[in-house]
């Protein structure tokens, strides 16, 4: 079954109906109650315009325009030596890589969980560690607020998970490569990420945005982190996708008690590009460095909005 949208709010409202009733999604019933109030969220938003303070430096009006599909056709077959030339020359890390939203688990290369912590993609975590995830997806982006957190939390279909226990300090970066192909017919696609950081604990994530050919389609990203009590977190977002893609990051942080983030994006690819960085300073001594560069050319549109 192939979903199109033809821009309307109603479209996406009723998109989700048929995917929810055509049955092939083997998820929990919380996730699907949980894409239910977040389509209805959307459905009483819809898309911004430039009438909204928050928006009025970017016109949505050719994403509106614009027609999407979600396919059910499995993932393309990209080649191992195609990925290797989006890897980060000299780091060790662990990779994870997902096409279209879908975990390809021929091209990651992942080493066996150590101890408590947890590498792997948010689709395996919810049917292997669902009290773990269910206690954290969704709690921090507000798809109530928010139309493009609401459109991602109805139809993601997989992206990064991370946990670090307490006191424990993940020794190699996480390298989380999301890749887009051209598939005849612009595609809708919602990477979700969510990343749980411990108490006294340290990591380091790269999220890196890239795509196989300047074709249109509409990315629409939600990364959710949690840093507990004296953690330590250092994240970085690559965004060099096509320069005719809609491009959509939201990325959501808690933080807890003299807990540290920095923070890193850099944004080169798309037509309309819309970067929301949302740290939220839940405890005293928290401590957050936000860092950006962004480099477009022609009528590139990237728009960075930072709440705290």
């Not at 669902?130 to 921090?140: F, G, I």
């Amino acid at each position: 079954m192939t979903i199109v949208f033809d821009g309307t709010r109603e479209s996406y409202v009723e998109g989700l109906s048929r995917l929810l009733d055509d049955g092939t999604k083997d998820v929990p019933e919380w996730v699907t109650g949980l894409r239910r109030e977040a389509i209805s969220g959307f459905g009483k938003l819809g898309f911004p315009t430039l009438t909204d303070e928050e928006w009025r430096f970017t016109n949505l009006e050719a994403l509106r325009r614009g027609s999407f599909s979600i396919a059910s056709n499995g993932i393309s077959k990209l080649s191992g030596q195609a990925v290797d030339s989006w890897e980060i020359e000299g780091l060790d890390c662990l990779r994870l890589v997902f096409v279209n939203g879908r975990f390809a688990s021929w091209l990651s290369c992942m080493e066996d969980e150590r101890g408590e912590v947890v590498v792997t993609s948010l689709s395996k975590a919810i049917c292997e560690r669902e009290d773990l995830v269910r206690r954290h997806l969704a709690k921090y982006a507000d798809y109530e607020k928010d139309a493009f957190i609401s459109l991602n939390t109805s139809y993601f279909e997989d992206g990064l998970f991370v946990y670090v226990p307490d006191g424990t300090a993940l020794e190699k970066p996480v390298h989380v490569l999301h890749i887009s192909t051209d598939e005849g017919s612009p595609l809708f696609i919602n990477p979700r990420n969510l990343i749980v950081i411990g108490q006294s604990s340290t990591a380091k994530v790269i999220e890196h945005y890239v795509s196989t050919s300047q074709s249109v389609y509409f990315s629409n990203v939600v990364t959710e982190v949690v840093c507990g009590e004296n953690s330590n977190l250092e994240h970085y977002r690559l965004e060099f996708e096509s320069r005719k893609a809609f491009n959509f990051l939201n990325l959501r942080v808690n933080q807890q008690k003299n807990s540290n983030i920095v923070s890193h994006s850099i944004l080169c690819g798309g037509a309309i590009v819309r970067n929301n960085v949302h740290p939220v300073l839940a405890g005293e001594g928290c401590n957050s460095d936000i860092y950006g560069l962004f480099i477009s050319e022609g009528r590139q549109n990237m728009d960075n909005f930072m709440r705290v």
